[in-house]
């Protein structure tokens, strides 16, 4: 496997500076709950254009500052953030001295079910790797990754993959076929925990069955490669979505104010709350995204599209 790494991308200032991506689950099928308190999944994994970036710096000792979203407080800028222990993870995987300050600049929201955190975390693997001259391969990298968060393997691979496990086992699927998405961004975050905590209450006390989604994920990554956009909005399922319903019910004025503006499908984007909407095209998500914008349905509404790459170096 190459190297991750390269001394081209220090900067003046000594700095490395890395992006990764957003994720939707298009399609996210949960099983029963395993005795590790981990669910396994079925899920088809793309990765959007919605980058957070990580610097990291030369530093004595470990520090962290974070602007943009969540940084007036959701997002610590501490060691319970997942970058802090990324850092303290490839630092002792690698035997050397976790020194650096790191700066996390967020687009993507916290606690919105687009897997933010691990998009952070996986940046900064990437970015320190090339820092501290660990040079990792990408397989040394995945490996850290899963021991930091089930989504984190798949914001470090990008592109779309279909998860297993607990969704850290990844097969990359290629397609050189674009979708376009509207994301409706809610106000407040929710738990994911609390959402799959909420998804087997549910089904213990026989509200929802073992799994409610339509179609396999075999059926969406054959719709995603050759079909239509039409045929990819007709099999997007989640089955979080009940459980984040039932939590934040005025999340069904959201996917309806998705649909109303225009999007040929709409669901929770994993544990939510934030809506994914498909377009047609990117012509058609930025007028679904512009008719959002001034109804009042979302806190922010983006237009994005995928596949896009994991994590990896600017410049
Ligand atoms: O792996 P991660 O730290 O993102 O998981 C956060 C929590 O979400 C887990 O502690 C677990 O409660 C829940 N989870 C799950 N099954 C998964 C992934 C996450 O139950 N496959």
Redesign the pocket.
């Known amino acids: 496997m190459p190297h991750t790494t390269g001394p081209g991308r220090i900067g003046g200032d000594g700095s490395v500076t890395a992006h990764a991506p957003a994720k939707v689950n298009v399609h996210l099928a ?1 099983h029963p ?2 005795e590790d ?5 079925t899920t088809v994994f793309l990765a959007v254009s919605l980058l957070d970036s990580v610097t990291a710096w030369p530093d004595d000792g470990l520090s962290l500052t974070v602007t943009g979203e969540g940084a007036d407080g959701a997002v610590p800028a501490d060691s319970r953030n997942l970058v802090w222990q990324a850092a303290e993870l490839l630092a002792r995987h690698a035997g050397v001295r976790a020194d650096a300050a790191l700066h996390i600049d967020k687009s993507i929201p916290a606690a919105a079910g687009l897997a933010g ?2 998009a952070d975390a996986a940046a900064a693997l990437v970015a320190l790797d090339t820092l501290w001259g660990t040079h990792c391969t990408r397989g040394d990298l995945a490996v850290l990754a899963a021991q ?5 393997p798949f914001s470090l691979v990008g592109g779309m993959a279909l998860g297993t ?4 086992q990844l097969t990359p699927v290629l397609t050189r076929r674009r979708t376009d998405w509207v994301l409706g961004i809610a106000g407040a975050g929710l738990s ?2 609390g959402v ?2 909420e998804l087997d209450r549910l089904r213990g006390a026989g509200e929802l069955p073992a799994s409610s989604v339509a179609g396999t994920a075999d059926d969406v990554l054959t719709a995603l490669r050759g079909g239509d956009a039409g045929e990819v909005a007709a099999l997007l399922a989640n089955d979080l979505q009940a459980p984040a319903l039932a939590l934040r019910p005025e999340l069904e004025r959201g996917l309806q104010a998705m649909t109303g503006a225009g999007a040929l499908g709409a669901l929770v984007s994993g ?1 939510g709350p934030t809506v994914a909407g498909l377009a047609e095209d990117a012509q058609a998500a930025a007028a679904t995204a512009e008719a959002l914008a001034g109804s009042g349905a979302f806190r922010a509404v983006r237009a994005v599209h995928g596949p896009v790459p994991g994590a990896r170096l600017a410049g």
């Open positions: 949960v709950l395993r308190g981990f669910h396994d999944l955190g691990s930091l968060g089930s989504d984190v496990g607990r969704g850290e994911t925990p799959y905590r544990s």
